[in-house]
């Protein structure tokens, strides 16, 4: 079996998976649904972003636990929940607000992801995962922040193609390393096995 280097899991692929579905459902919904109430819309993607963060500070707890990465779900569950309260808050009855607030989230997001893919990520496959989604994620908050002159929904469906994005990228993140975590734990598993082999011929 292959090596793998331990240091190249990401041990919280568990939680990626979690967010790329619910990133995908909402991606899909805001794309194709049938939803025209600029308010509702709102109001979804604000209660999204505030399980987003909710999932997030879960794991941040998880990770401090174990001493691991914490610091990145830290920034992740702030920028979500910060944009969910600014979303209910602020954004409902303005639409031009509500714009620059999903366009900045998308902003940082991509900014983050680009920053956690240089500086926090070493397996090569996720880091280009994590630096490709966050390019994206740069480019498509300018297109949000610039969608001013088409229907109100246009640069919401904007914002469900980004997280559609996310919600794919975040899934092959966690199964990549979801297969990365089993097949280093069933290595062990056969290195203790033939120690314990070697020390029965032994006697």
């Known amino acids: 079996m292959a090596h793998i ?11 990626f998976i979690f967010r790329g579905l619910m ?4 991606g899909i919904i805001t794309l194709f649904g049938a939803m025209t109430d600029f308010e509702i819309m709102i109001s979804v993607v604000s209660i999204f972003l505030l399980i987003m963060g909710i999932v997030d500070s879960i794991s941040a707890l998880y990770a401090s636990v174990k001493k691991h990465g ?4 830290v920034i992740d569950a702030l920028i979500d929940i910060a944009a969910a ?17 999903i366009a900045a989230y998308t902003i940082a997001s991509g900014l983050i992801d680009i920053f956690h893919g ?4 070493v397996d090569p496959t996720d880091r280009f995962i994590r630096v490709l989604t966050g390019m994206l994620g740069c480019v498509m908050g300018v297109v949000i922040l610039n969608a001013g002159n088409f229907e109100m929904m246009t640069f919401l469906r904007f914002f469900g193609a980004y997280m ?10 966690g199964v990549h390393n ?6 280093d734990k069933t290595a ?4 203790v096995r033939k120690k314990k082999t070697k020390k029965i011929s032994k006697r």
């Open 5 to 15: 280097n331990r240091r190249y899991i990401d041990k919280h692929w568990s939680v």
């Open 188 to 191: 062990r598993k056969q290195v």
């Open 178 to 183: 979801r297969s990365q975590d089993i097949e």
């Open 23 to 26: 990133a995908a459902v909402f």
């Open 70 to 73: 914490w610091l990145n779900s």
């Open 85 to 101: 309260l600014s979303l209910l808050f602020f954004a409902k009855d303005n639409i031009v607000v509500g714009l620059v607030i």
């Open 118 to 121: 240089f500086l926090s990520t």
């Open 164 to 173: 559609l994005i996310v919600g794919v990228t975040s899934l092959i993140y």
